[in-house]
């Protein structure tokens, strides 16, 4: 793949060399002429060949100095993006099924329009102003800078960085589109847009366009976002479609495993099939669903964890494992190009700030409540707190009744009973009933219930325990008051009643489980001067009875012998025990640099029943027995035996000792973005700009929680770009008004560097003789594109789908299209329509051009779509020899196209139409 960009590099140098020679041949088509803002440096008819190559090799570096530029103010154009398509609104939606109205909180902007306009526009807005400028910078004339520009970079779009995604994904991994429908309608609308260009010069209105085809050609543009909605909506037609991609998560059908990722998965009754719903209700739903799995998983791993900490790690695993939005990937390109803070570490600084402000928060609205909490003279006996959650083991414990408010001098009786849930009196817990005398003063009493535990595992099971029968102990009836309400309503209620609740719930977890084993991560890594490793195996959620698990270690890269010792054998966990070392032997070869991979396995647990008491069951004596005359109880107690959990296999990475040897015991934290956060003030904005930050690709801290110092590189790259960064910190920040005065302002920042870019491009071809349509094509679409190009390279490593990586390159280039030459051929159209003449466009070579664009492009979603095959299995990745073919197929269009482009630019093809 490296050698398929030099290659491509070459091309671009092979067509400048060219430019020059034909210079003297072919004048046709070099912009020699005063910019819209940068005049042309003067004396251009009388220089030298070295000083035209010192001349272009100096706007060669102003050119990439300005593509930086545009791409640090579309950071910010992005930024506002991601505020205004994050907004939230509440909706009734009515389900179809039960006919139940239910409020939910939806997303404005639906994801498919969001990326076709806003998206689209962002990652597109260079070479649309671009187009845009040049009509006017030229007195509405037409010229080859902006289109080129638009048709080079679509053209880079679809095969270039569609190549580049293929190949980067990691061998035998697949990244697949999962919006198929929005990419087949995209992707025709992004083919009809150079065909509807060649029909407009070369058929309709030969060499000119009139007013109704330039509106026509911007009215696509709608078109096309309202097309791909009903595609993502399944309206009209769509709905009648076999529903083949829809999204399956499998059932739990045999909870034997019974895992911590199928324990947490929940049991979803409602709602079952998403796709029959008001898409905005199962988008709730949906969401619904992994916020809740996250957190059980959560819990069920770190039972102790607070509500509010429960609740942010849930919120950043969900938001860091959902799809990223093209306008996150976009803006991490530029954040890394500028120095700009990762958005991975800003994300999660900012949970952890929101958790300890709600943490604050609670703390304080706690108080106030005890403050605030008014006394309406009626005296209420409930349950305070009104869930229990204890564990099977428990034995006793106590059930609290409170009294509050009123006259508490009174002398009152309740009674109370348990009741039975999915737990039983008969064999789960001890019934209770009784009655509670409260004497004069006295506000609390304690209801002491007890749990009966066994050495089965079951279900986890709840019982009830109800207040009733409220009267004075003297006998005399209740006092009737007059009592205010919150709303300030008046009404005659008892003085004495039960308050809410007056029935509590008691869940019963069981402890009976033989554990789930597993390593702790599924990857580890480690340096070559270890020495021992110690490898943690853990025993969760369940610990009963004495069990053994084999393990052995597994060549990878690494060679036993060389690089570590076999080793194999069985551990033993004692009943109640949880965690056991695997030691590993490490040989330190001083090796300058090695990134060597081992495996560790481990084996089916092996359950040794001594016949202890407290130890469980002996499954053995339930496995001789005949599976159909087992009992209901035994067929669940089958389901506590000890069982392997998710990460069975570990991939231990071997590094170099010499890289970590001041910092052997950093951990690795890994974590994916979950989103990008902007900036609340220009305070803040200038604060960052001056601000240099490392480039890590994975975070190193050390156990002081110190960061990982910036490079030499870093403090480069921050000098260069700070510049940029002091003039974008002027646009508002997207915190005000959210983003909408951030994306007005910045895109108008981007059209002001966009205009200097064909300036110094339109010199620059000059200086080389290099045609417009040539440096456009080649040139300046590379550098609007190289922001793209690591955005969705990015993307397509880190998502789960090919959406954001491959379905918004069609998207992009029709948008290009319909918006860039829809809206400069509009005005150029409508001013000499008003003048009385026509605006006239030489259509050239543009039927080869399209044919060629059009071949192409059929052939790249033909490679795609063949891709799906179960061999492939997705449109990016696979096995390498797969990936490396149609990667190197897809570069070969782009640097075809290039080459025949240039070639019939400087007449040496003449295709004739």
């Not at 020699?32 to 570096?61: H, K, N, Q």
């Not at 975070?699 to 002091?726: A, R, V």
Request: proline fraction near 3%; include cysteine; aromatic fraction near 10%.
């Amino acid at each position: 793949m490296a050698a398929m960009v030099r290659l491509a590099a070459c091309l671009l140098v092979a067509l400048a060399c060219f430019a020059c020679a034909d210079a003297k041949k072919n004048g046709t088509g070099i912009n020699c002429e005063d910019g819209l803002i940068i005049p042309l440096w003067p004396g251009t008819d009388d220089m030298s060949l070295g000083d035209r190559f010192g001349r272009g090799l100096l706007y060669a570096v102003l050119m990439i100095y300005l593509f930086i530029g545009v791409a640090i103010a579309s950071d910010k154009f992005m930024e506002s993006i991601e505020m205004i398509t994050a907004q939230e609104k509440e909706v009734s939606v009515k389900d179809r099924r039960t006919g139940k109205t239910q409020v939910i909180i939806v997303k404005v902007w639906n994801e498919t329009v969001a990326n076709l306009t806003l998206m689209a526009l962002g990652s597109s807005a260079p070479e649309i102003m671009l187009s845009v400028i040049e009509i006017w910078a030229k007195d509405f004339y037409s010229g080859d800078l902006g289109p080129g520009t638009i048709v080079g970079s679509a053209a880079f779009n679809l095969f270039m960085i569609i190549g580049l995604c293929q190949y980067v994904i990691p061998d035998d991994e697949v990244r697949k589109i999962k919006h198929l429908r929005v990419f087949f309608v995209t992707a025709t609308w992004s083919v009809f847009a150079y065909i509807w260009l060649y029909l407009i010069l070369g058929t309709i209105s030969e060499g000119k366009v009139e007013v109704w085809e330039g509106v026509l050609t911007f009215l696509y543009f709608p078109l096309t976002v309202y097309t791909a909605f009903i595609a993502d909506r399944r309206m009209l037609f769509y709905k009648y479609f076999d529903k083949k991609y829809r999204a399956k998560k499998g059932v739990i059908v045999q909870t034997e495993k019974g895992d911590i990722e199928n324990r947490a998965e929940e049991k979803f009754r409602d709602f079952e099939d998403l796709e029959e719903m008001d898409p905005a209700l199962a988008e709730f739903e949906r969401n619904r669903r992994e916020y809740i799995n996250a957190m059980k998983r959560i819990r069920l791993e770190n039972p102790n964890i607070s509500l509010i900490d429960l609740e942010t790690k849930a919120r950043e695993e969900v938001m860091s494992k959902g799809p990223k939005s093209r306008a996150y990937y976009r803006a991490q390109a530029t954040r890394k190009l500028a120095g700009k803070e990762d958005a991975k570490k800003a994300m999660a600084k900012t949970l952890a700030a929101e958790a300890e402000a709600e943490k604050a928060a609670a703390e304080a609205a706690a108080a106030e409540c005890e403050v605030e909490k008014k006394d309406d003279g009626i005296t209420r006996i409930m349950f305070d707190p009104p869930h229990y959650t204890v564990m099977e083991s428990v034995g006793t414990f106590e059930v609290t009744i409170v009294r509050e408010g009123g006259d508490l001098n009174t002398t009152v009786q309740v009674d109370y009973k348990t009741e039975d849930g999915t737990a039983s009196s008969d064999g789960d817990y001890v019934e209770a009933s009784g009655t509670l005398t409260f004497g004069p003063g006295e506000t609390q009493k304690m209801v002491t219930l007890e749990v009966l535990d066994d050495d089965v595992f079951e279900d986890d099971e709840h019982f009830y325990i109800r207040i009733s029968n409220l009267r004075r102990k003297d006998g005399m009836p209740i006092n009737t008051i007059t009592a205010v309400d919150d709303d300030g309503k008046k009404s005659q209620q008892p003085s004495i009643q039960l308050g809410t609740p007056h029935m509590a719930t008691i869940m019963i977890l069981d402890d009976d489980h033989g554990g789930i084993f597993g390593f702790e991560d599924s990857e580890a890594e480690i340096v070559e001067s270890v020495g021992i490793y110690e490898l943690k195996v853990q025993r969760i959620s369940g610990a009963r009875g004495k069990v053994a698990i084999p393990f052995s270690t597994e060549e990878g890269s690494a060679k036993a012998g060389t690089h570590f010792e076999s080793v194999e054998g069985e551990l033993l966990f004692e009943n109640e025990e949880t965690e056991k070392i695997i030691e590993l032997p490490i040989l330190d070869e001083e090796s300058y640099e090695k990134s060597l991979i081992m495996y560790v396995n481990i084996g089916e647990p092996r359950q040794i029943a001594e016949g202890k008491e407290g130890e469980g069951v002996d499954y053995s004596v339930l496995d001789a027995k005949d599976p159909e005359t087992l009992t209901e109880e035994e067929k669940i107690a089958l389901l506590g035996r000890p069982c392997l959990g998710t990460n069975t296999k570990i991939q231990i990475r071997i590094k170099e000792s010499k890289e970590f040897k001041n910092s052997v015991d950093k951990m690795m934290q890994k974590a994916n973005a979950s989103m990008m956060v902007g900036t609340s003030s220009w305070w803040e904005q200038f604060t960052e700009a001056f601000v240099v930050q490392a480039e890590d690709d994975d975070e190193e801290e050390g156990e002081d929680g110190e960061e990982k110092m910036p490079s030499c590189g870093d403090y480069i790259m921050h000098f260069l770009t700070l510049p940029w960064k002091l003039i974008f910190a002027l646009i508002p920040p997207t915190a005000i008004y959210d983003g909408y005065p951030t994306f007005c302002i910045s895109i108008g920042f981007i059209g002001l560097c966009t205009a200097v870019i064909g300036d110094v491009a339109g010199h620059l071809g000059c200086f080389i003789y290099l045609k417009d349509s040539v440096n456009a094509i080649a040139f300046v679409a590379l550098g609007t594109s190289v922001p793209d190009t690591f955005a969705s390279k990015t993307a397509a490593i880190e998502d789960e789908t090919a959406d954001a990586s491959v379905g918004n390159v069609t998207g992009s280039n029709a948008v290009n299209v319909f918006l860039g030459i829809g809206i400069a051929w509009t005005m150029a159209a409508i001013y000499w329509e008003a003048q009385g003449l026509t605006f006239d466009v030489d259509p050239g070579s543009l039927g080869f051009s399209v044919t060629i664009f059009c071949i192409e492009a059929f052939l790249a979603i033909m490679i795609l779509v063949a891709r799906r095959n179960p061999a492939v299995g997705g449109e990016l990745g696979g096995p390498k020899s797969v990936k490396t073919v149609t990667s190197g197929i897809f570069v070969f269009f782009w640097v075809f196209y290039v080459l025949i482009s240039a070639l019939e630019a400087y007449d040496v093809i003449e295709p004739g139409f």
